[in-house]
C-alpha cells in the first residue's frame, strides 16, 4: 500500500515537474478549441432532421410537434406516410422518426394513474449512433415536456424544468466534448505507451523489477495518478469552455466524470499494450500515432459520425473514442443520464477488461 | 574479516546469446563478509554473471544460491536480502533525492533510516535536488543509497566507478569499505585492476564467459611466474626481436608499448639495451615495476585488459 502511493505520488511529481509535457497537454486542447470554436462556433452545427408521422391529426399531436419544432436544434419533417419516413431515414435524410399513432389523444385523456404510459414508437437508424441519440433525447424530452402538463395538478412528480427550449446546440457545444474525449486518447494512449516504453528503454523499469515491487502495484498507482490528472485537465478545459463559449454541461457531472474515467482507463490500457508490443520506445510513438490519427476522425471528435462514409461505419462503431464522444456530448448537449448511456458504458467497460487483459499478457519490465 | 560461511554459491552458471555463449559455466564461492570482485574486460561476463545472481537475467543452465535461497526458485525471498545497483540505470530525473529514496524504501517490507543513509552517502547537501542536477558521482552514490535503503545483506554494485573522475572514484571506495566494515557482503564487478586490488579480498578474473582465475590479490600476483615487469616504447617496426633478450618469460603489451616479464630484472635490463644498442634503436619511456594483476591478466590471456 505505501508502495503504490509512493509511485503515485512520483507519478503525480513527474508530470507537473514536466513543465513542457504539462503545457502542451493542456494548450493544445485548448487551442484547437478556441480556433476552431472561434470560425466555426456561431454556425448552428448540430440539427437533428426528425420525420414526423401523424395519423392522429388532434390537437394533442399538433401540440408534441410544436414543442419539438420549437427547439431549435430540431427541423421537423412531416411526412404522411410511415413507410416513406422510413426510407428517408434508411437514406440518412432524416435522423429519426417519430410516428403518433391513431388513438395517441384519445389515449392521452383517458389516461389515468394506474394505467401504463403510452409508448411512442420512435424509429432511428442504428449506424448513425451519435445523432440519433442526440434527438432521442430531445424527443425524450419534448414528450417529458406534454406528461409534466399533463401530470400538472400533481406537483410532486416534477422533474427537470429546463425545457427542452434551451437546447440550442452551437457548433462549440459540440466541439468541446469532442476535444475533451480527443484528450482522454491522446494524454493516456499516446501519454503510457509513450511513458513506459522510455521508462524501459532507459532501465527505470529494469532498475524497479531488481526491487521486491509486483508489476500490479506499478500498474495500480499508474492509473490513479492519470486518472486525476486527467480528471483535472478535462475540468480545466471545461471551465474554459465554459467562461469563453458559454458551454454548459446540462446533464450530471457524476455521468460526466464516470465517463472521463471510463475512457481514461480505456485508453491507459491500450497504451499499455502499445509499450508491451513496442519493441523500442522510438516504434511507441508512431504505433500510437498510427492508432490515434484515424480515431480522432473517425471517433466523431470534430465531425459528427453520420458524416462518415458508409462503409466505414461498421468500424467506427466499435471504436472506444465513437462511444467516449457520444456519452460526453449527449451528457454535456442533451442532459442524457447514465442509465440511458448504457450501451456507450458497456462497450467502453469492454474495452477496459480486454485491454487490461492483453496489457497484463503483454507487459513486461524490460 | 570475512568468515569461511558461503553466502553466494554459483554452479556452472550459462547465459547464451544466439549461439554466442555470454557466461560459459561459471562456478564460484562468495563468503560473508567479504568483498567479491568480478575483473574482466568489457564484454568478459560480467555484467550477465552478477545480473543473473540477481534475478534480471535468466541462466540457461546452472544456477545459483543466495544463503540457501535458490534463483531459479526463490526469487521473491532473494530480493529481500539483496541489494542491487546496475551498471546502466538512470533514475526518475525530476525527482529529488529524498523522495526516490522514499520511493524505492517504500517497496520493501522494511527500511533504515533515509536522513542517515542519505548522510552516510555523503548527499546530505543534495538531498532537495533533482537527480537530474547530480554529478556523475553523485548519482552513483544515489544508486548505492537505493541499492541499500532495505538494509541487505548482500549488495552488488556493477562497475561503481566507471566513467567517474578520480577523486570520486576514491570516495566511493571508502563507501565499499565502510560497508564491509558494517559486517555487509559485497560483489562488484570493475574492469579497474588498481581498484580490485585495493577492494576485494578475492577476485575472480573473467574473460570471454570463463572464470581463468580466482583468488587474493596477493595470491594472484604472487602466482605470476614472473614478479617484475619492464614496459618501454621503440621506435617503429624495427627488427627487433625481443625473445633474444635474457630472462624473458612472457612478453605482453599493447599498441606501441612493449612489456617484459622476467624472473630475473637484472638479466634482462642490462640484455634488452644491450640489444637495442647493438641494433642502434633507441628505448624511450623505459621502466621497471614489479608485477600486478593486470599483468596477471596479460599473462594469462596474452591480452590486456583494456583492450577488451
Ligand atoms: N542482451 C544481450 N543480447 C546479446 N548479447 C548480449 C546481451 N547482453 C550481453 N551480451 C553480450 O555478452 C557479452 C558479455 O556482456 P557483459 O556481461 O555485459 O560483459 P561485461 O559486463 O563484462 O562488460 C558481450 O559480448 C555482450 O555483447
Ligand atoms: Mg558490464
Redesign the pocket.
Given at each position: 500500500m505505501r508502495a503504490y502511493w509512493q509511485l503515485t505520488l512520483a507519478q503525480l511529481r513527474i508530470f507537473l515537474r514536466n513543465r513542457q509535457v504539462l503545457f502542451w497537454t493542456l494548450a493544445f486542447p485548448i487551442f484547437l478549441m478556441v480556433m476552431l470554436g472561434s470560425f466555426l462556433g456561431n454556425g448552428n452545427g448540430m440539427s437533428v432532421t426528425i420525420g414526423y408521422v401523424d395519423q392522429d391529426h388532434s390537437p394533442q399531436s399538433k401540440q408534441l410537434a410544436d414543442i419539438l419544432k420549437k427547439n431549435e436544434a430540431i427541423s421537423l419533417e412531416k411526412t404522411s406516410s410511415k413507410k416513406d419516413a422510413l426510407d428517408q431515414l434508411k437514406q440518412g435524410d432524416v435522423q429519426l422518426v417519430v410516428e403518433v399513432p391513431k388513438g395517441y389523444e384519445k389515449r392521452m385523456k383517458n389516461s389515468s394513474q394506474n394505467e401504463k404510459p403510452f409508448t411512442l414508437p420512435v424509429f432511428y437508424n442504428e449506424t448513425d449512433m451519435a445523432v440519433s441519440q442526440i434527438g432521442q433525447q430531445l424527443v425524450y424530452n419534448a414528450v417529458d415536456a406534454v406528461s409534466k402538463q399533463k401530470a400538472d395538478y400533481k406537483p410532486a412528480v416534477v422533474i427537470n424544468p429546463k425545457g427542452v427550449e434551451a437546447l440550442n446546440l452551437r457548433y462549440i457545444d459540440f466541439l468541446v466534448p469532442g476535444i475533451v474525449a480527443m484528450m482522454i486518447l491522446s494524454n493516456n494512449m499516446n501519454g503510457v505507451a509513450g511513458q513506459i516504453a522510455s521508462w524501459r528503454e532507459r532501465g527505470i523499469l529494469r532498475r524497479m523489477q531488481g526491487t521486491t515491487l509486483k508489476a500490479h502495484t506499478f500498474i495500480a498507482a499508474q492509473i490513479t495518478a492519470r486518472l486525476m490528472l486527467n480528471g483535472l485537465q478535462a475540468l480545466i478545459v471545461l471551465m474554459v469552455a465554459r467562461l469563453v463559449f458559454d458551454v454548459e454541461v446540462r446533464g450530471s457531472w457524476l455521468t460526466l466524470v464516470s465517463f472521463v474515467i471510463l475512457g481514461t482507463l480505456a485508453f491507459m490500457a491500450i497504451g499499455f499494450i502499445i509499450a508491451g508490443i513496442a519493441k523500442t520506445p522510438e516504434s511507441a510513438g508512431p504505433i500510437a500515432g498510427f492508432l490515434s490519427f484515424p480515431m480522432l476522425f473517425l471517433g466523431g471528435v470534430f465531425f459528427p459520425i453520420k458524416n462518415m462514409p458508409e462503409f466505414l461505419q461498421p468500424i467506427v462503431h466499435i471504436l472506444p473514442i465513437a462511444h467516449l464522444t457520444t456519452a460526453l456530448r449527449e451528457t454535456m448537449n442533451v442532459g442524457a443520464t447514465f442509465m440511458s448511456l448504457g450501451t456507450e458504458a458497456l462497450v467502453l467497460g469492454g474495452w477496459i477488461i480486454g485491454a487490461f487483459i492483453v496489457a497484463s499478457l503483454t507487459f513486461k519490465w524490460e | 574479516m570475512s568468515s569461511h560461511e558461503t553466502i553466494i554459491k554459483a554452479e556452472h552458471l550459462v547465459k547464451r546469446?544466439g549461439d554466442?555463449y555470454?557466461v560459459n559455466g561459471v562456478d564460484f564461492e562468495v563468503h560473508r563478509g567479504e568483498v567479491f570482485g568480478l575483473l574482466?574486460p568489457?564484454?568478459?561476463?560480467?555484467?550477465?554473471t552478477l545480473e543473473m545472481l540477481v534475478g534480471l537475467r535468466k541462466p540457461d543452465a546452472g544456477t545459483a544460491w543466495i544463503g540457501e535461497f535458490d534463483i531459479r526458485k526463490d526469487l521473491e525471498r532473494i530480493k529481500e536480502v539483496i541489494g542491487v545497483q546496475l551498471?546502466s540505470t538512470t533514475l526518475f530525473e525530476l525527482l529529488t533525492v529524498e523522495e526516490i529514496l522514499k520511493m524505492y524504501a517504500s517497496f520493501y517490507p522494511k527500511h533504515i533510516s533515509i536522513p542517515e543513509l542519505i548522510e552516510d552517502m555523503i548527499l546530505t547537501d543534495k538531498r532537495k535536488s533533482r537527480i537530474k542536477s547530480l554529478s556523475g558521482g553523485q548519482k552513483q552514490r544515489l544508486a548505492i543509497a537505493l541499492a541499500l535503503v532495505h538494509d541487505p545483506w548482500i549488495i552488488f554494485l556493477d562497475e561503481p566507478t566507471t566513467g567517474l573522475d578520480p577523486q570520486a572514484r576514491r570516495t566511493l571506495w571508502d563507501i565499499v569499505l565502510n560497508l564491509k566494515q558494517k559486517g555487509k557482503t559485497i560483489m562488484l564487478?570493475t574492469h579497474y585492476m588498481d581498484e580490485a586490488h585495493v577492494l576485494c579480498d578475492r577476485i575472480a578474473i573473467?574473460d570471454q564467459g570463463k572464470m581463468i582465475a580466482l583468488d587474493t590479490p596477493e595470491n594472484l600476483v604472487k602466482n605470476l611466474q614472473s614478479d617484475s615487469a619492464v614496459e618501454f616504447r621503440i621506435d617503429e617496426s624495427a627488427p627487433f626481436h625481443l625473445e633474444e633478450i635474457k630472462g624473458v618469460t612472457q612478453i605482453g603489451g599493447h599498441k606501441d608499448v612493449q612489456v617484459l616479464y622476467t624472473d630475473n630484472l637484472q638479466e634482462t635490463l642490462t640484455s634488452l639495451i644491450e640489444t637495442a644498442s647493438e641494433k642502434g634503436l633507441k628505448l624511450t619511456d623505459l621502466q621497471t615495476r614489479t608485477a600486478t594483476l593486470e599483468d596477471v591478466f596479460i599473462h594469462m590471456t596474452g591480452r590486456s585488459l583494456r583492450e577488451g
Amino acid at each position: 500500500m505505501r508502495a503504490y502511493w509512493q509511485l503515485t505520488l512520483a507519478q503525480l511529481r513527474i508530470f507537473l515537474r514536466n513543465r513542457q509535457v504539462l503545457f502542451w497537454t493542456l494548450a493544445f486542447p485548448i487551442f484547437l478549441m478556441v480556433m476552431l470554436g472561434s470560425f466555426l462556433g456561431n454556425g448552428n452545427g448540430m440539427s437533428v432532421t426528425i420525420g414526423y408521422v401523424d395519423q392522429d391529426h388532434s390537437p394533442q399531436s399538433k401540440q408534441l410537434a410544436d414543442i419539438l419544432k420549437k427547439n431549435e436544434a430540431i427541423s421537423l419533417e412531416k411526412t404522411s406516410s410511415k413507410k416513406d419516413a422510413l426510407d428517408q431515414l434508411k437514406q440518412g435524410d432524416v435522423q429519426l422518426v417519430v410516428e403518433v399513432p391513431k388513438g395517441y389523444e384519445k389515449r392521452m385523456k383517458n389516461s389515468s394513474q394506474n394505467e401504463k404510459p403510452f409508448t411512442l414508437p420512435v424509429f432511428y437508424n442504428e449506424t448513425d449512433m451519435a445523432v440519433s441519440q442526440i434527438g432521442q433525447q430531445l424527443v425524450y424530452n419534448a414528450v417529458d415536456a406534454v406528461s409534466k402538463q399533463k401530470a400538472d395538478y400533481k406537483p410532486a412528480v416534477v422533474i427537470n424544468p429546463k425545457g427542452v427550449e434551451a437546447l440550442n446546440l452551437r457548433y462549440i457545444d459540440f466541439l468541446v466534448p469532442g476535444i475533451v474525449a480527443m484528450m482522454i486518447l491522446s494524454n493516456n494512449m499516446n501519454g503510457v505507451a509513450g511513458q513506459i516504453a522510455s521508462w524501459r528503454e532507459r532501465g527505470i523499469l529494469r532498475r524497479m523489477q531488481g526491487t521486491t515491487l509486483k508489476a500490479h502495484t506499478f500498474i495500480a498507482a499508474q492509473i490513479t495518478a492519470r486518472l486525476m490528472l486527467n480528471g483535472l485537465q478535462a475540468l480545466i478545459v471545461l471551465m474554459v469552455a465554459r467562461l469563453v463559449f458559454d458551454v454548459e454541461v446540462r446533464g450530471s457531472w457524476l455521468t460526466l466524470v464516470s465517463f472521463v474515467i471510463l475512457g481514461t482507463l480505456a485508453f491507459m490500457a491500450i497504451g499499455f499494450i502499445i509499450a508491451g508490443i513496442a519493441k523500442t520506445p522510438e516504434s511507441a510513438g508512431p504505433i500510437a500515432g498510427f492508432l490515434s490519427f484515424p480515431m480522432l476522425f473517425l471517433g466523431g471528435v470534430f465531425f459528427p459520425i453520420k458524416n462518415m462514409p458508409e462503409f466505414l461505419q461498421p468500424i467506427v462503431h466499435i471504436l472506444p473514442i465513437a462511444h467516449l464522444t457520444t456519452a460526453l456530448r449527449e451528457t454535456m448537449n442533451v442532459g442524457a443520464t447514465f442509465m440511458s448511456l448504457g450501451t456507450e458504458a458497456l462497450v467502453l467497460g469492454g474495452w477496459i477488461i480486454g485491454a487490461f487483459i492483453v496489457a497484463s499478457l503483454t507487459f513486461k519490465w524490460e | 574479516m570475512s568468515s569461511h560461511e558461503t553466502i553466494i554459491k554459483a554452479e556452472h552458471l550459462v547465459k547464451r546469446y544466439g549461439d554466442f555463449y555470454a557466461v560459459n559455466g561459471v562456478d564460484f564461492e562468495v563468503h560473508r563478509g567479504e568483498v567479491f570482485g568480478l575483473l574482466g574486460p568489457n564484454g568478459a561476463g560480467k555484467t550477465t554473471t552478477l545480473e543473473m545472481l540477481v534475478g534480471l537475467r535468466k541462466p540457461d543452465a546452472g544456477t545459483a544460491w543466495i544463503g540457501e535461497f535458490d534463483i531459479r526458485k526463490d526469487l521473491e525471498r532473494i530480493k529481500e536480502v539483496i541489494g542491487v545497483q546496475l551498471q546502466s540505470t538512470t533514475l526518475f530525473e525530476l525527482l529529488t533525492v529524498e523522495e526516490i529514496l522514499k520511493m524505492y524504501a517504500s517497496f520493501y517490507p522494511k527500511h533504515i533510516s533515509i536522513p542517515e543513509l542519505i548522510e552516510d552517502m555523503i548527499l546530505t547537501d543534495k538531498r532537495k535536488s533533482r537527480i537530474k542536477s547530480l554529478s556523475g558521482g553523485q548519482k552513483q552514490r544515489l544508486a548505492i543509497a537505493l541499492a541499500l535503503v532495505h538494509d541487505p545483506w548482500i549488495i552488488f554494485l556493477d562497475e561503481p566507478t566507471t566513467g567517474l573522475d578520480p577523486q570520486a572514484r576514491r570516495t566511493l571506495w571508502d563507501i565499499v569499505l565502510n560497508l564491509k566494515q558494517k559486517g555487509k557482503t559485497i560483489m562488484l564487478t570493475t574492469h579497474y585492476m588498481d581498484e580490485a586490488h585495493v577492494l576485494c579480498d578475492r577476485i575472480a578474473i573473467m574473460d570471454q564467459g570463463k572464470m581463468i582465475a580466482l583468488d587474493t590479490p596477493e595470491n594472484l600476483v604472487k602466482n605470476l611466474q614472473s614478479d617484475s615487469a619492464v614496459e618501454f616504447r621503440i621506435d617503429e617496426s624495427a627488427p627487433f626481436h625481443l625473445e633474444e633478450i635474457k630472462g624473458v618469460t612472457q612478453i605482453g603489451g599493447h599498441k606501441d608499448v612493449q612489456v617484459l616479464y622476467t624472473d630475473n630484472l637484472q638479466e634482462t635490463l642490462t640484455s634488452l639495451i644491450e640489444t637495442a644498442s647493438e641494433k642502434g634503436l633507441k628505448l624511450t619511456d623505459l621502466q621497471t615495476r614489479t608485477a600486478t594483476l593486470e599483468d596477471v591478466f596479460i599473462h594469462m590471456t596474452g591480452r590486456s585488459l583494456r583492450e577488451g
